[in-house]
């Protein structure tokens, strides 16, 4: 929502201990988001079937048939009883100050999740990613992907702030891939008491976002790589453009690609995120997705990528 005064004149010095205020809004945006949905939808939009597992609520049918409709499996999604979905809701006022209030609702369900049966449904599965979600979920879901020998992805992004460094050891330790921002990077090695060579230690590939100077790629298995950003063609909203980075990665490791090319694929969905208002408003055509794809990355990842996209438009 957007306040079109400012927060700090309906605020009065010494009673600030007794707040009880009413913004007349003057506009309202309701928007698709969770971090699995944005990143299962990046990913079915370049052509694959990825499977969301978590917990919902009653009020989620509309949002099952968006993204079925854009090819994501939601088959094991969880709905609860009780619970309204998860929700993030923000007023902004003139001066983009914020005033937020994030509802987990039925998030708070999916620590009764089992990957058992998601297994046992579609036959195995290649690669589990387990975001920022339930604390208690995300323990338990990479605790059973170790028990399962089922490949992980730890990317515990805004759940770090609230977790303690045990907790950050126990959801990294042994993952195939570790995706971060620069920030959540330098948390994880505060928190755990891990440097940076213990942390490439303990996972196969680290993956640090940063912004507009792009991708770095570690492992103890081949020497660092950058990756930059392809150029945008506008820039209007960065919500989401993290999530889009991982669905396009994911994509392409799914594909068989190397990191580099992987790391090259989440870049460039990551600026259709970037020049779209909300994170899963943007559109891509085969075409012309090919087509920046050459311009920022030559013809060599052209070639490598190209067979294998199944883009949503041609």
Not at 129 to 136: A, F, H, S, W
Not at 150 to 159: E, G, K, L, R
Request: some cysteine; charged content about 25%; overall charge negative.
């Amino acid at each position: 929502m957007r306040f079109p005064g400012r927060f700090r004149d309906s605020l009065v010095d010494g009673k600030l201990d007794h707040i009880s205020l009413s913004f007349l809004v003057d506009e309202l945006e309701i928007r698709r988001g969770g971090v699995g949905g944005n990143i299962a939808f990046g990913m079915g939009v370049l052509g694959a079937r990825p499977l969301l597992v978590g917990a919902a609520g009653m009020d989620f049918a509309d949002y099952r048939s968006w993204l079925e409709r854009h090819n994501v499996d939601t088959a094991s999604v969880l709905i609860s009883e009780f619970r309204h979905t998860a929700r993030f809701i923000c007023t902004t006022d003139a001066d983009q100050n914020q005033w937020a209030t994030f509802y987990a609702g039925a998030m708070v369900e999916s620590r009764d999740i089992e990957l058992q049966p998601v297994v046992d449904r579609v036959g195995g599965l290649d690669l589990v990613l387990i975001g920022p979600n339930d604390p208690e979920a995300m323990l338990r879901h990479t605790d059973e992907c170790r028990f399962r020998s089922i490949a992980f992805a730890a990317d515990p992004s805004q759940q770090l702030a609230r977790m303690e460094g045990e907790e950050i050891r126990l959801l990294v330790d042994g993952a195939k891939f570790l995706f971060t921002n620069e920030y959540e990077a330098s948390l994880i090695e505060q928190k755990t008491g891990w440097s940076a060579d213990d942390i490439l230690d303990r996972v196969e590939v680290r993956i640090t976002t940063l912004g507009a100077k792009g991708s770095r790629i570690e492992s103890r298995h081949f020497a660092p790589m950058h990756v930059p950003v392809p150029r945008e063609e506008q820039i209007i909203d960065p919500t989401g453009v993290g999530d889009a980075f991982r669905a396009g990665f994911l994509c392409a490791y799914s594909w068989g690609a190397s990191y580099e090319r992987c790391a090259q694929v989440g870049s460039l969905l990551a600026t259709y995120a970037i020049e779209t208002v909300g994170p899963q408003e943007y559109e891509v055509s085969q075409r012309r997705f090919v087509e920046r794809l050459r311009d920022a990355y030559g013809e060599t990842a052209v070639a490598e990528v190209e067979p294998h996209l199944r883009c949503s438009r041609p």
